[in-house]
């Protein structure tokens, strides 16, 4: 039976068998220290799998018996408690490593739930993480594009076809789905390579400063022109210029780059010399241009002249099977301005990544990674790591249907045992009934057997050998409190 020991450090007695008496289990070992000597001594001796530590003993301070654990093992689970809470004691154990912080006086239920918690992450990151991804991405030198999705492999191949020619590109997509990335990729696999890859940016820049940017200018050529300077397009002579949020240029822009494409020529604000480019264009816009063109905010020649090639690139949604992928490179990308050496994901948080509708696209996954990465206090992302909106609304929509088989309704089993002259149907309808309404009950509990036997009026035994012999799907987390549940029972 695997055994997880439990090491509770403080100077209170009474508190110490308290905890023993109440978390003690055949498959949990609580050591007790009532002091920090013997703390650090039996943490070297026994190796817990979990520490409950008291942040005021009166040998030391909890925060440093935490730094001399953390100085012989960066990953146990270290859960603090203490009577008196302040931002500052807070942030201190967090900045330190604690996996939690619980007040004094003790609620046993919610330290025994802590505890399962921390057991549960600290084998995630330890002893079963072969189930895990662990995360061996290595980003490339180069433009990394991530995502093996059949959308994304069209674009792949779009980008491959498009790279080699020299007609310009237009990007389309939704804010966050990586048109600029794309704009680099196509730079980058083009015979432009060498050459410059230029890009501006036509939404933060009043109309003259874009032109000053585009064309350049001469010296005088308007108050604040000092000195003559060159424009984009004659800097991105030979390479690719980027025109992103091309739906926001004036129209008088618009006219002027217009004539720069058809000519291949310009001249810079305030000067008559013509000076001829070589430049492709790659533009990109999350705006519905047709409906720009409709209403005369967008010129329809630029357009055409703009869409050779038109790229349009899915939301995240569409492509929600890269969404591992995009996390495990995401997490090798920022794990290290984090401070961590190594990240293990939870299944769990695979699952409500997966679920969420992703208005912000990339760049939303990326600050969601962030703020996981930002949250974690040891080495696993856990679904409490995620930031509340994106956990509700994903508990919020309702499940999925692939994965889980179709459920039969009363009606289809009624006329399917009658037409094949079955037998049992009692027994197969109640089953029936079983498999549809204890997940959902326990879903609602959140895994609580008791609040879900006082909901559906059965025992807990019933309920128990109904989960067993059914074949009902509820998910792993349910299972595991329900497993549990069931060792803790055992031991009373
Ligand atoms: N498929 C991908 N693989 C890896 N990283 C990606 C991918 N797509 C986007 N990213 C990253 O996500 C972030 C947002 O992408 P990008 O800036 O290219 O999006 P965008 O469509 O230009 O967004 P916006 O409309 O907000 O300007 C960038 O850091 C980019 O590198
Ligand atoms: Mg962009």
């Known amino acids: 039976?695997?055994?997880?020991?439990?090491?509770?450090?403080?100077?209170?007695?009474?508190?110490?068998?308290?905890?023993?008496?109440?978390?003690?289990?055949?498959?949990l070992k609580v050591n007790l220290a009532n002091s920090a000597s013997i703390g650090i001594r039996s943490f070297k001796e026994h190796r817990p799998d979990v520490v409950l530590l008291d942040l005021r003993l009166s040998e030391a301070s909890g925060l440093d018996v935490l730094r001399d654990i953390r100085a012989i093992d960066e990953q146990v689970p270290v859960i603090m408690f203490t009577a008196y809470s302040t931002a500052a004691?807070?942030?201190?154990?967090?900045?330190?490593?604690?996996?939690?912080?619980?007040?004094?006086?003790?609620?046993?239920?919610?330290?025994k739930e802590t505890v399962e918690r921390a057991l549960s992450e600290g084998k995630l990151s330890t002893k079963e993480s072969s189930d895990l991804s662990a995360v061996t991405f290595v980003p490339g030198a180069d433009v990394t594009i991530v995502g093996s999705s059949i959308p994304m492999q069209e674009i792949y191949k779009k980008i491959g076809r498009f790279a080699s020619s020299t007609g310009n590109v237009l990007i389309l997509g939704e804010s966050g789905t990586g048109k600029e990335l794309v704009a680099h990729a196509i730079?980058?696999?083009?015979?432009?390579?060498?050459?410059?890859f230029v890009a501006i940016n036509c939404a933060a820049l009043s109309e003259t400063l874009l032109e000053s940017e585009l064309f350049g200018h001469e010296r005088g050529a308007f108050t604040g022109a000092e000195k003559r300077r060159i424009g984009k397009f004659e800097f991105a002579h030979g390479g690719t210029l980027f025109l992103d949020e091309v739906a926001d240029m004036s129209t008088a822009t618009q006219a002027?780059?217009?004539r720069l494409l058809q000519e291949q020529s310009f001249e810079r604000l305030?000067?008559?010399?013509?000076?001829?480019?070589?430049?492709?264009?790659?533009?990109?816009?999350?705006?519905?241009?047709?409906?720009?063109?409709?209403?005369?905010?967008?010129?329809?020649?630029?357009?055409?002249r703009?869409?050779?090639?038109?790229?349009?690139?899915?939301?995240?949604?569409?492509?929600?099977?890269?969404?591992?992928?995009?996390?495990?490179?995401?997490?090798?990308?920022?794990?290290?301005?984090?401070?961590?050496?190594?990240?293990?994901?939870?299944?769990?948080?695979?699952?409500?990544?997966?679920?969420?509708?992703?208005?912000?696209?990339?760049?939303e996954l990326q600050s969601v990674v962030k703020h996981a990465l930002a949250h974690a206090v040891g080495s696993v992302i856990?679904?409490?790591?995620?930031?509340?909106?994106?956990?509700?609304?994903?508990?919020?929509?309702?499940?999925?249907?692939?994965?889980?088989?179709?459920?039969?309704?009363?009606?289809?089993?009624?006329?399917?045992?009658?037409?094949?002259g079955e037998g049992d149907l009692y027994d197969k309808a109640i089953r029936l009934l079983d498999q549809q309404i204890i997940p959902a009950v326990l879903e609602h509990?959140?895994?609580?057997?008791?609040?879900?036997?006082?909901?559906?009026?059965?025992?807990?035994?019933?309920?128990?050998?109904?989960?067993?012999e059914g074949s009902i799907s509820i998910e792993h987390f349910v299972l595991s409190r329900i497993d549990k549940d069931h060792q803790s029972l055992k031991a009373h």
């Open 445 to 468: 509990t959140g895994g609580n057997l008791q609040q879900a036997c006082d909901i559906l009026g059965i025992s807990r035994n019933t309920l128990k050998s109904k989960i067993r």
């Open 270 to 304: 305030g000067g008559n010399e013509t000076i001829r480019t070589d430049v492709r264009i790659v533009a990109a816009t999350n705006k519905n241009l047709h409906a720009l063109m409709q209403r005369g905010l967008f010129r329809e020649d630029l357009y055409y």
């Open 187 to 196: 730079h980058h696999h083009s015979p432009r390579r060498n050459n410059q």
């Open 256 to 258: 002027k780059v217009l």
């Open 306 to 363: 703009l869409n050779v090639f038109c790229i349009n690139l899915p939301a995240l949604k569409e492509r929600e099977g890269d969404i591992p992928d995009l996390v495990n490179y995401f997490v090798s990308c920022f794990q290290k301005e984090f401070g961590k050496e190594r990240v293990f994901i939870s299944p769990e948080v695979y699952s409500i990544l997966c679920d969420y509708q992703w208005p912000g696209n990339m760049r």
């Open 382 to 420: 856990a679904k409490e790591h995620l930031p509340q909106a994106l956990i509700h609304t994903s508990l919020n929509r309702p499940r999925r249907e692939t994965g889980t088989p179709a459920l039969l309704s009363i009606n289809d089993l009624l006329r399917s045992t009658l037409a094949k």
């Open 89 to 111: 004691t807070t942030i201190e154990a967090s900045k330190s490593g604690a996996f939690d912080y619980l007040l004094k006086p003790v609620d046993l239920q919610k330290l």
């Open 1 to 27: 039976m695997p055994l997880s020991t439990l090491l509770v450090i403080d100077d209170d007695s009474a508190l110490l068998y308290a905890v023993q008496k109440s978390l003690q289990s055949p498959t």
